[in-house]
Each structure stands twice: as structure tokens, then as C-alpha cells.
């Protein structure tokens, strides 16, 4: 320290550098508190022109104080576990870089300290201290995202604009009030408080108030977006379910009109009818004899991916006890689900003069995911994940049948509880929030760059009026 620095420097170093550091990251709060989709930071991040306002006053090496307070507000947001560490390491660097990058290139083509009253020095000055100095914390940040896993590849671009505008309008908003408030000439900056300041003041609090008020109005409209879309999505996935019972109802009705029916008559009848249902893999016929004894007489493998088993003995339901049930006492349908595959009973009934028996049964089996996919085939499903539930009447439990969801990080969801064929159905449909780090939301971002408009035109720190 003895070549630069004495002991009152040293202490006067370390007061700057932690009083930085602790308005970087108390401003680095607000910051969030403004935060909106595509990225994490905020609509407006005043720290970044504390900053470089900061660096021209007081010097570059107080630097530090950057460094420290960014990574502090990152700690905050992302914690410090790995690979988060690296994280805060790097959103700090890249802020630090910004902060004497702007300060370097303001000190080398317009000079510091300045009153700022020449055309070229105005626009020079906000052009490096903004635009350009602050291209490098959200390149920086954006790739320490990537690397860590936080975003993916095709949200890099929504939230790498998000972070640079962000940036930008803190310098270009808060750089000027740090200027009026501290820098020298006080003769001539001083001038502008009310002229300047004031307005620009003034301008900041009430366009803060209407951002909130636009973002409150964005989220309750993208919520009943979503609502819709779900109402949309659980009446289509209940339609397709409800089709699938009814062609598999018409093979019933084949049945109930053919005295005998023989293989081939089974497998072209089936083939004609249910091809266009690619969600059902196989429909098989079970016969019972005089002794209530099933058996499997023929089968229709309509999707050749599915495995052509006999599933009697996967059922939880005795079939042969099934066959001495009391007809009033069986129900139209019997649903099974299991690894992805809905099975599907049911009883063929034949009606004599005197009595009515269970003649056999049809044994479906549908692919869920399938399913969904034929169902939402023409709708629009992006910003949404779907988990549907099913109350197992066999284990009087309801269990999850089909997801979409890898982990819940939604910010809301949609239960959709409903009856299919007498059985208790739960489509639940989530918010994808990734699918909002995709889209930049245009009419809160239009708040912040008409604030930044109505600052820069009040910020112009010319004098002409006082110098007449």
C-alpha cells in the first residue's frame, strides 16, 4: 500500500466501495421487484447506472463495489450452490465490465468531468454509457444461464433483449439524476434539479405506477388465455375418449346384431371401423362357455407397435366370476389403466325370449399418449402441460394416468374434474412458464422505452436557457 495507497486513502477506499456495494444491491431489489418475462431482470435495473455514475465521479478503482453488490443481489436471486456460484461470478463480471467499459470510452471520446451541453457529447455520452457499454452484461449473463442449464437454447434471444434494455434505461435514467445530484461544475448542475430532475422524477414515479398497472392487466389476461385454452383442451381430450367408447361401442353393436361371427368377419368389420382411431391398439373378442369359463377367441392388432398379449390375466376383474354376475349388476363399460394403456371391458350381452346372459366381451386396449396427441392434433397446446387423473374404482384410489409435466415451477394451474363413462376423470393443466421466456411482452416493454424516450428528452443536460 505504500505506493498508492496511505491509510486515510485505504479507509476512504473501503467506505466507497462498501456504501457502493450496499446501494447496488438495495436498488438491485427494486430492480426486481419490476422484473417481467422473458429474463429475471428487471424492466428497469437502476444499479447499472449507479454504476457507471459511481465510476466517473469517484474513479475507476472503486470498482469493487460493483462486483460485490452485483453478486450479492445474484446470491440473493440464485443462492450459492454449484453451478449457481458460477453464476453470481459471472452476472457480476459482466456488470463490472459494463460499469468501466462505459467509463473508459465516456472519459476517452467526450471527457469527464463535463457539463454536457454540446449536441455530440450529449448523444456520445448516452450512446457508450448505454447501448454499447451494456451489450456486455447480457451477453455475459446470457451465456452463464445457458451454461448453468437456467435457460435453453431458444430462450437465449427473448432474454438477452430483455437484459440489455433493462440495463440501458438504468443508465439512461439513473446516470443523469447521479449527475444532477453530485457532479462537478455544482454552478452549472445544480441549474437543472428542477428544470431536469424534477420532471424526470416525476416521469420515473408515474410510469412505474402505470407499469404495474399494465403488468397486473398482462398477467389476468394471459391468465384467462390460459383458462381458455384449458376449457378448450379437457372438452376436446373428453370428446376423443368419449368417440373411442363409441366406436368400440359400435363392434359391441356388430355383435349384438351377428348370430355367430367368424375371425375374418371380426378383423375386416374392425379394421373399417376403427382405423381411423389410431389411438386404439388392439380390440380382442372373449367368449364364455356354458361353465362361465373365458376364453380368448380372436384378436385385431390394429397398432403393430403394441405388443399382441392376452391381457385377461393382467386384469383386476375375474372375468369368470364376471360371467355369474347378475346382468343388472354389470356396468357398460370397465376401464383399467396401467402403463400408459387404457383397457377397456366390455360385456356383449344376448337377449332370448325368456332370458338375457353375457354372451362374451370385448377387450380394447387405447394408448394414452396417443390419445392426447389425436385429440389436441389441430388445437393450439403451447404454454400448457397436462397431467390427467383417474379414480380407480378396482383400488378405490386415483392415481396419475398420463403427464406431461418434468417439474412444477407453474405459477398457476386449472383442475378440470369430469365424468366419463361413469368413471371420475382430473385434467389438470399447468402454466408453462417457459413458454412465456419465449415471447417478449410488448406492451410493458413500450412503458419502459416511452419512459426512456420522455427521460432522454428532458436529460438532454443542456444549459442554453441558463447560458441566456
Not at 304 to 330: C, G, M, S, W, Y
Amino acid at each position: 500500500m505504500s505506493d498508492g495507497f496511505s491509510t486515510n486513502e485505504l479507509i476512504r477506499w473501503l467506505f466507497w466501495v462498501c456504501l457502493l456495494s450496499v446501494a447496488y444491491f438495495f436498488l438491485g431489489l427494486s430492480g426486481h421487484i419490476l422484473a417481467i418475462p422473458p429474463s429475471n431482470a428487471g424492466a428497469f435495473w437502476p444499479p447499472a447506472g449507479v454504476a457507471l455514475a459511481s465510476l466517473l465521479l469517484l474513479g475507476l478503482r472503486i470498482w469493487p463495489g460493483v462486483f460485490i453488490g452485483n453478486f450479492c443481489i445474484s446470491a440473493w436471486t440464485w443462492g450459492l450452490q454449484s453451478p449457481e456460484f458460477f453464476l453470481c461470478v459471472a452476472t457480476a463480471t459482466g456488470a463490472t465490465l459494463a460499469a468501466v467499459t462505459g467509463t473508459v470510452l465516456i472519459k476517452r471520446w467526450v471527457g469527464f468531468p463535463t457539463t454536457l451541453i454540446e449536441d455530440r457529447d450529449i448523444i456520445l455520452f448516452n450512446l457508450l454509457g448505454g447501448p454499447v457499454a451494456c451489450l456486455i452484461p447480457a451477453t455475459v449473463g446470457i451465456c452463464g444461464l445457458v451454461i448453468c442449464g437456467r435457460i435453453a437454447p431458444g430462450e437465449i434471444s427473448g432474454n438477452w433483449v430483455s437484459w440489455w434494455v433493462a440495463d440501458t434505461i438504468g443508465v439512461l435514467v439513473f446516470t443523469p439524476l447521479m449527475l444532477i445530484a453530485f457532479a462537478q461544475p455544482r454552478s452549472i448542475w445544480r441549474k437543472r434539479t428542477i428544470s431536469v430532475g424534477m420532471p424526470l422524477l416525476l416521469i420515473f414515479i408515474l410510469v412505474v405506477g402505470l407499469f404495474f398497472y399494465i403488468r397486473q392487466l398482462e398477467q389476468q389476461q394471459r391468465y384467462d388465455q390460459f383458462k381458455n385454452q384449458s376449457a378448450t383442451l379437457s372438452q376436446a381430450l373428453k370428446n376423443r375418449i368419449e368417440n373411442d367408447l363409441h366406436a368400440i361401442n359400435s363392434v359391441k353393436n356388430f355383435f349384438i346384431g351377428s348370430r355367430q361371427v367368424e375371425q375374418d368377419e371380426f378383423l375386416l368389420f374392425t379394421l373399417q371401423m376403427l382405423s381411423i382411431y389410431h389411438e386404439i391398439s388392439t380390440i380382442s373378442w372373449i367368449s364364455f362357455d356354458k361353465n362361465g369359463n373365458s376364453h380368448l377367441t380372436f384378436s385385431s392388432v390394429l397398432n403393430f407397435d403394441v405388443d399382441n398379449t392376452d391381457l385377461r390375466q393382467h386384469l383386476p376383474i375375474d372375468l369368470n366370476k364376471l360371467a355369474k354376475e347378475p346382468d343388472q349388476n354389470l356396468a357398460s363399460y370397465y376401464l383399467f389403466i396401467d402403463n400408459g394403456l387404457l383397457t377397456v371391458l366390455t360385456p356383449v350381452f344376448t337377449q332370448t325370449e325368456t332370458e338375457r346372459f353375457l354372451r362374451g366381451a370385448l377387450l380394447s386396449t387405447v394408448s394414452l399418449n396417443d390419445l392426447v396427441i389425436r385429440a389436441f392434433n389441430t388445437l393450439d397446446t403451447h404454454g400448457s402441460y397436462l397431467t390427467i387423473r383417474f379414480f380407480d374404482n378396482s383400488a378405490n384410489r386415483e392415481k396419475v394416468i398420463f403427464t406431461t409435466l418434468t417439474q412444477n415451477n407453474s405459477r398457476y394451474s386449472i383442475q378440470v374434474p369430469l365424468k366419463i363413462a361413469n368413471y371420475s376423470w382430473s385434467f389438470n393443466f399447468f402454466y408453462d412458464p417457459s413458454y412465456e421466456n419465449n415471447h417478449i411482452n410488448w406492451p410493458v416493454w413500450w412503458v419502459g422505452s416511452h419512459q426512456w424516450f420522455d427521460h432522454h428528452q428532458l436529460s438532454g443536460y443542456r444549459v442554453d436557457d441558463f447560458n441566456r
